[in-house]
């Protein structure tokens, strides 16, 4: 990220064949099974077991080991089918998904298209997070 202090918006879009509410449930109930491993995905890629989502606005974005887990985010928004947000709780990053119909209604399969935006500054102030290949948060530890 740029030193200026102004947030950086990011944004990305994918199409899938299937509705807006089971494309919304495939992303937050199948979160471990799209979730790209690897290191540059997790903060302890090495102990990363799963990465799981709690439903609801307040619940959070975990990323699960074998004896604890990692807060990566808390759900702001949650409207099955239509939008999800989070704060991310390592960066100083906002996230917002949003679900909408892409079909024609002519005979096509549902069709549902999928908007992601992230912005923000990165990191957080005061997090001294590394980013090489053992990636870890010490805020605090």
């Not at 090495?46 to 990323?63: D, Q, S, T």
Request: net charge neutral; glycine share 14%.
């Amino acid at each position: 990220m740029t030193g200026s202090g102004q947030d950086t918006m990011v944004s990305s879009e994918v199409e899938v064949a299937v509705d807006p509410d089971t494309a919304f449930a495939a992303f937050t109930e199948e979160l471990d099974l799209w979730w790209v491993r690897g290191p540059i995905n997790h903060f302890a890629g090495g102990r990363a077991m799963a990465v799981r989502c709690e439903p609801g606005v307040g619940g959070r974005l975990l990323e699960v080991y074998e004896d604890d887990a990692l807060e990566l985010g808390r759900i702001t928004a949650w409207e099955p089918g239509k939008r999800l947000a989070w704060r991310s709780s390592v960066d100083d990053v906002n996230i917002d998904v949003s679900f909408a119909s892409a079909g024609s209604g002519c005979g096509e399969p549902d069709r549902v298209g999928v908007r992601t935006g992230r912005t923000g500054r990165g990191r957080r102030a005061g997090c001294r997070c590394t980013r090489g290949p053992r990636r870890s948060c010490r805020r605090g530890r």
